[in-house]
């Protein structure tokens, strides 16, 4: 073999080489880069059973993210809920709470109407007046939730079985019934069902009756309809009722206040929670996945 045909050859595997790490790093930018980006906002303060989820979701959701491509950061500063921070995020998640400051109020509204997605979990829908989260904001309780004010709840955090309307893009692949976590389930001061914006999700079947453990007996519902999981039509929305964890706070096994139960322990809670962040991110629902 002649000398300047072992340096074309040379030359050639220097070549071949050097497309193949570009297409590799191609290929790993391409897997790298998350398909949409996710900001949960949070207090955590007051209530152990929220601030013992809001501690579970935040080590939940980055492995979601890891294995479906997207990307998940969490703030306690509420600050940041201004149109120049979340314009870099596709979905917006409340965790426990809502902004109660009146510009971020706005801000929020406004990335709402201009498309962004939300999640919201829990105690993000309460409003009561007179309380620490007063209803003084019509258009995220009347309009945008459509639910008003909270009325009640069952005690104690108890399981739930939930039939489900799989009309929707984030229903589609679930049973028609399921089982949850245990959860302190509200009620409501507005029928959802006569309101046309609102699409029912998920409600609880007559098969969780009795419902609670009390000890007080109005905490305890024996029948009833009762909304857990819906859509408002007009925005790229899922507001979940689920997202207060079961909490030791008997003391029955401790003096810590330990965590009795979780809510992502359900499956289908957690298949149901994905599917609806893939639909706000704007990827596609596998079945079976």
Known sequence: MTAPFKINKIIAQIIAIGITCFWLSTA???TDTPKFK???FYTARNDKAHISFV???????????????FSYDSTKNWSNMNAEFLSHYQVVIFLDTRPDNPAQRAAFQKYMENGG???GFHFAAFALTPSEFNQDWDWYHNVFLGSGQYVSNIWRPSVAILDVNRDFPATKHMPKKFKTSPNEWYRWEKDLRKNPDIKILCSIDSASFPLGTGPKLFEIWHSGYYPVVWTNIHYKMVYFNMGHND???????????????????SPMEEKLIVDALLWMGGESIVHGR
């Open 117 to 119: 997605g939300w999640m």
């Open 55 to 69: 501690h579970e979701a935040n080590a939940w959701f980055p492995k979601m993210a890891a294995k479906y491509h």
């Open 38 to 40: 996710v900001i949960a």
């Open 247 to 265: 909490m030791d706070y008997e003391h029955k096994y401790d003096n810590t206040d330990r965590t009795l139960s979780y809510t992502f322990s």
């Open 28 to 30: 790993y930018a391409q």
